[in-house]
Each structure stands twice: as C-alpha cells, then as structure tokens.
C-alpha cells in the first residue's frame, strides 16, 4: 500500500513540479510586462523609456538622500539615449532574465549503431530550451527552465522542467537553494544538455553519461552551498544537498509485473578548491542514492504469486581536477560508482556488488573567439572485477571543433574512435549482444546551436 | 548453388562503402571549413595594436581605496557578492566586443572573455545566476556606478568620472 502510495505520489510530484514551473514562468513572465507597462518612479525619473516624453531636466539620483546634498559628487545627468540603451538593468529587483537554446545534431557511426539508427545517419538529436530568472531581492531569486529533447528513442519532446528554484543568499558563505536543483557532481554534470557551455557535443560518456541524463543530473529537494576566500590559500566552494529523483519506473519483463518503485532519498556534496594559482581547481564529489523496485510474480495454481524485491543503494565519487586560464582548458576526472543489488526472492536473498571504473582527460585551447578546438580520451569499466572483454569497457577517443559563428550561434564537429561496445545497446543493434557487436567502430557528430 | 552468407556480404559491402565515402566526405568538409575561416578571419591580436589602459571605479561612498586582484575577478564573476564593508557588490561589464573589457578580462580576471562568456552560460543554464549587466559605454557604466551604490565596473583611462572613485588594484 505504501509503495502505490508512493507511486501516486511520484505521478502527482512531477506533473506537481509541472504546475508549479508554469505558474512560476508566467508569474515572472507578468512581472516582465508589468515593468514595461509601468516603470517604478525611481526608474522614471532617471530613465525615460523610449518614446515618452523626457523630463526637462532629469532629477540627480542620490544614493541616500538623507546626507546633505552638498557633501555629494554631482551625478551624471545621463541623456536620453544612454538612459534608454541602459534599461533595464539586469540587477534591477524588477529585471527578469530570460534564456533559451535551440540545438539540432547529426550522427553518422560506422560498425554499430548509437544512441540511434546512426549507421545511416540520424537528426534524431535535438534539445530545447528556455529559463526565467528573476531577482526578488538583492539576495532572493527565483528561477525555471523548461527543456525538452529527442535523442534517439529517448526523449520525443516531452517537455519537463529542467530546474526551478527558490534561491536565498545569506551570505558568500552560505546560501540555500530550494526545488527541483541541478547536482553538482563533477565539473560538468550541470551542463551535461547545455551545448553553448561546454567545448564537445558529447561529455565524455565514462563520466557523464547522456542516457542516464534523467538520474543524475538534477534532483528535488535542497541545497546549501557557500562560497569561502582563503586568502592566500584560494577559496573554498562547496555545496552539499538532499531530496529524491522523480523518474520513469523500470519496465518490467514478463511474466513478472511492476508491483512499486521508489527513490527513498539522493544526498551528496561537492567541494572544490580554487587554489592560488590561478584557474586550478581541485576537488571532490560524491553522491548516494537509492532504487526499492518490487515485483510480482505470478503463482502456478496452487501457489500465491511470490514476490521480489530489488534494492539498490549507490555510491558515486568522482575526483576532479581543472585548470581553466585564458584560453586554455585542461581536465580531468576519476571516479568509481559502487552499486550492491540486493535481490531478496521470498526467504533467500543475496547481494551481488557492481564497480564502475570511470575516467577521462580533456584539453582545449580557445585558438580565436569564433574557434575551440579540443581533444579527450574516456574510458569506463562497468565491471573493475570481470574480465576485460569488449562488453565490458568503453574506450572513446573524440577529437572535436567548435566554431562560435556569431556570439548567439555555434557549430560543432566531432569524430569519436570507439574502442569496445558497453556503450551500445542491443536493442539498437538488431538485438546483437554486446559481446558480439563490434569492437572497433567510430562515431561522427555535427552540431548546431543558437542560444541567447 | 550461391551460398546465402555470400550473397548478404556482397550486399553489405556497397552500403558500408557508402557509410565510409560520406564520412569522409565529411571530415572534408570539416577541414575546408577550418582552412576557410582561417584564410577568411584576420588575426585576433591585430585589433588591439594600440596600448590601452583602465580603471577600476567605484560608487563615491565606497570606503575602499585598493582593491586586491584575486577580489575584483571573484566579484565579477559573482562568486563574491558582499563588500567588506557591507552591502551587495554590483558587478558592471562593458560590451564583448570592447577593447577595454577584453584587457580587463585577461588582467584581472585571467580569462579571456569569450572564456568568461563560457562560465556565465554554464552558470545561466544550470541555474546558477545570471551575469551582470553588459553596458555599450565607457559614460554608461560611469551613469550605472554613481547610481549604485555597490557597483563596480571599469572604464578607459581617459573617462570623465564625473565624481566616481578609482581604485587602485593591488
């Protein structure tokens, strides 16, 4: 009974946090229009809108007007073209910040399918994209971005709310964040869907997996997060949060039906050190969580259907490690993902444990504004205690190019060499087994961005 | 009789010949479009023949008469938002395209702009923040720092202050 509770309760939870980001987009979206409507009398008196009439002489804006009008400097008495090009400020309580992207990709593979019907080249790789933020107060915000994307089978468009937020900050060292929040585990994990924040099409896939974008990459719940200068030992920033996952329930094979699935908790923290010299950091992520699924089983007559019950507890760590100073990029990441399945069939039960070995190293140099070209190598093991055949490791060395056309639009080439099939799915594949789809394939991207 | 396996392999053939003649044809296209914009795009370094220098200023009332380096890049970026002295620090930024911001940009913050332009997006879509306001003039960001009494922003060395406060950068 708890656990359809819990199901029902899922459902509602996302169609729930649904609601809640349209109501929050049109109330920011009002906020938008009510400004241009009627400015605040501070604003008037300063910065006439273009097209009314402009004051004869604009009043001097006094940033405390109690002192003594003779103790101030004579402000700048703006004209009417500068006033106007500079509203509304971004950080004016009243100013709504809106952005968005649109991106279409192009796969072309060779030896075996991926993340589509890529041996004969696929579009089915689109994202979109659009965020209101709002400042309610010098340090309270609000925010929401809606998202959709097609990849393959995965995605069609559903649209979903990728973040929303209630953001108070305290203080440099303390800030808490509410709702559905991004998870900072690694560097990227946040931008994993944003392709004008990062160099790649793909991120590498041993550490960012795109597929599993819908677990790890935001969860629902809190967040505290601080930022701490040492000088002149760097500064500290760390964020660490909790709360659960609303994701679509595993299908379940027949004969056996899906009884409950549930995501008991998600918690976890980053901290990174910015060290003294400049652009490296050094830091740490990790991350727990929890899959309860229950199945049904039916009974042959006489028997009563049986049960089983998989849980799942997760540890992910990652190790990262960034230089990033004026045009230069170099990173690197290590991390291990422990999962122990607990599979309990009626009285017997057993534990079968599963560790991920994951790495990659990246470098980019920016050589011109509208040219980034950079270079990784990526290798995930799914199982470190297994024998190293093809179906159990991904090597991915991707050499790619990002052209930024305009400051609103880029494009991106990428050839990937791939060395083993974890990666790959059957069912992709004509329901080749890993163990025998190729082993040395490779995979081009083309990609194109407008954002704003 | 043909063998069967025969027969599929010979079909298969042609068409992975054609899935390798179109990556290729690909890979070409992405060297003709580098070696395009390389010929087409004149160097980057060649628009900032002229020395330019800045200043860093303040809102009168600001107490502060240096300023440390690691501070001012921290506060730009918005990873610091609190004067020492109490109050919200208001960032201000000149154009992209500005001669100015982009010495600013490689000084003080130690990143070039389109890199600092890549950290505002990453902060933007993960839902982070937002950048501070970009202004098209040197008299803009003057008007913005006398409005505000936070703000810090930086103009050329040869920008009437009309009241507004340099501060020295350590």
Known sequence: MRSDRVLRRTGRGAGGIARIGLTLALVLAGGASARAEQPPAESAAVEPAPGETAPVEPAPVEPEPTKPAAVE?????????????????????????????????????????????????????????????????????????FFARDLGAVGNYAPKVDWLYLDYRFADWLGLRAGRLKAPFGLYNEVNDIDSARVPVLLPQSV????????????TGGELYGYLRMPPAGALEYRLYGGTLFIDPPV???????????????????LMWETPLDGLRLGGSVQQL????????????????????????????????EYAAHDLLVAAEYG?????????????????????????????????????????????????????????????????????????????????????TLDLAPAL????????????????????TAYF | MMDPTCTSTARKRPRRAAVEVRALALCALMVLTFTAWCVASPPVLAQTARPIDYRIIVHPKNPMVTIEREFAAQSFLKKVTSWNHGGVIRPVDLSPDSPIRRKFSEEVVRRSVSAVRS?????????????????????????????EPGAIGYVSGHTELRGARTLLVQ
């Open chain 1, 208 to 219: 960012y997996p795109i597929l599993n974008r819908d677990i790890l990459l935001a969860q």
């Open chain 1, 290 to 321: 929890r899959f309860d699924t229950a199945y049904t089983l039916p009974g042959m007559p006489p028997m009563p259907p049986s049960e089983i019950t998989i849980g799942i507890p997760f540890v992910l760590w990652l190790g990262s490690f």
């Open chain 1, 336 to 420: 291990r993902w422990k999962a122990d399945v607990e599979t309990t069939i009626g009285p017997a039960s057993k534990v079968d444990t599963v560790v991920n070995e994951r790495y990659y190293v990246m470098a980019a140099y920016r050589v011109s504004p509208w040219f980034y070209p950079g270079v990784y190598y990526s290798r995930l093991v799914e199982n470190v205690d297994k024998p190293m055949h093809r179906d159990n490791y991904q090597n991915d060395l991707a050499l790619t190019f990002r052209f930024d056309l305009t400051t609103h639009w880029l494009l991106k080439l990428e050839g990937h060499y791939m060395n083993g």
């Open chain 2, 119 to 147: 950290y505002w997006l990453q902060v933007i879509f993960s839902g982070r923040g937002v950048p501070p306001p970009e202004l098209q003039s040197d008299d803009e960001v003057v008007h913005y720092v006398l409005r």
């Open chain 1, 252 to 270: 379940a094979q027949p004969p056996l039906s899906l009884k409950s699935f549930q995501v008991p908790y998600v918690f976890g923290g980053r």
């Open chain 1, 429 to 448: 594949n004509d329901g080749t087994a890993k163990n025998v789809l190729k082993r040395d394939w490779g995979v081009f991207f083309a990609k194109t």
């Open chain 1, 73 to 145: 400097p004579a402000p700048a008495k703006p004209s009417l073209e500068e006033s106007a090009r500079a509203r509304p400020f971004r950080d004016s309580p009243l100013a709504v910040e809106v952005h968005g992207f649109v991106s279409q990709g192009f796969i072309l593979s060779s030896g075996n399918n991926y993340l589509g019907n890529s041996k004969r080249g696929s579009f089915e790789f689109n994202e979109v994209g659009i965020n209101f933020t709002k400042g309610l107060h010098d340090r309270l915000r609000v925010g929401v971005q």
